[in-house]
């Protein structure tokens, strides 16, 4: 596909499991993102990958949150022990990040419900 | 760290009007990128604006960089129905912790008959 993929696209659990969100970027880009959004809010940053470099994690809200980038292609974003709280839509972004134009595209979202 | 601050965060606006969304922040940078989101969708990008004085224009919305000004607007003409949405400016930089685009807190634009 041409676009940012995310599966699933709803994921309801209860509270104290562990869910996995997953990212398919865009084909070729090196960068991607993870953002999380409440409820008619705005966009909360939540963790960077470029390229082989170290991610930057400074967004993640809690140690329960991690993500990993595989092969510098697919992304998953692993919350345990899950909290009401986490209930949001998790948003996945990718950029080619060249040259001066670092423009990001934004997939569907997984929207969390955690009951 | 950069701050990006819109306003208004909400604008309720007659078809047929013109309307002007402001989008300040507070360091240096000169790319900036609005996008637009609707109800239950995800971020759709709208203008790409990558030097100061780009202007960009796309049917009833036109998008201006300021950077010595630090602004950007998103300028609507003769507003219609489908372009009620939320429209998020997001500012490039590097020298912080939050990601490389700073995300402003959207402007919920309702356009009615």
């Known amino acids: 596909g041409a676009g940012v993929s995310q599966s699933p696209s709803n994921k309801v659990t209860e509270k104290g499991k562990d869910v996995e969100l997953r990212c398919d970027p865009i084909?070729?880009?090196?960068?991607l993102y993870w953002y999380r959004q409440s409820l008619g809010q705005g966009l909360e940053f939540l963790i960077y990958?470029?390229?082989?470099?170290?991610?930057?994690k400074s967004g993640l809200p809690s140690d329960r949150f991690s993500a990993e980038r595989t092969g510098g292609s697919v992304s998953t974003l692993t919350i345990q022990r899950t909290q009401q709280e986490d209930s949001a839509v998790y948003l996945c972004?990718?950029?080619?990040?060249?040259?001066?134009?670092?423009?990001?595209?934004f997939g569907p979202g997984t929207r969390l419900t955690v009951l | 760290e950069l701050k990006v601050e819109q306003n208004p965060l909400f604008l309720s606006m007659q078809e047929g009007k013109n309307y002007t969304i402001y989008c300040n922040y507070s360091?240096?940078?000169?790319?900036l990128y609005w996008y637009r989101q609707d109800p239950g969708k995800s971020l759709e990008s709208l203008f790409v604006?990558?030097?100061?004085?780009a202007v960009k224009q796309e049917g009833r919305l036109m998008a201006s960089l300021d950077t010595k000004a630090r602004l950007s607007t998103l300028h609507i003409t003769a507003a219609v129905h489908d372009l009620s949405a939320t429209y998020f400016c997001?500012?490039?930089?590097?020298?912080?912790?939050?990601?490389?685009?700073?995300f402003g807190k959207g402007t919920k634009l309702s356009v009615k008959p």
């Open positions: 990958f470029q390229g082989n470099s170290a991610p930057d």
């Open positions: 360091t240096t940078s000169d790319r």
């Open positions: 997001a500012v490039e930089y590097y020298g912080g912790s939050q990601g490389n685009l700073i």
């Open positions: 604006l990558l030097s100061n004085g």
């Open positions: 972004a990718s950029s080619p990040h060249e040259g001066r134009r670092n423009e990001q595209f």
């Open positions: 084909s070729g880009h090196t960068a």
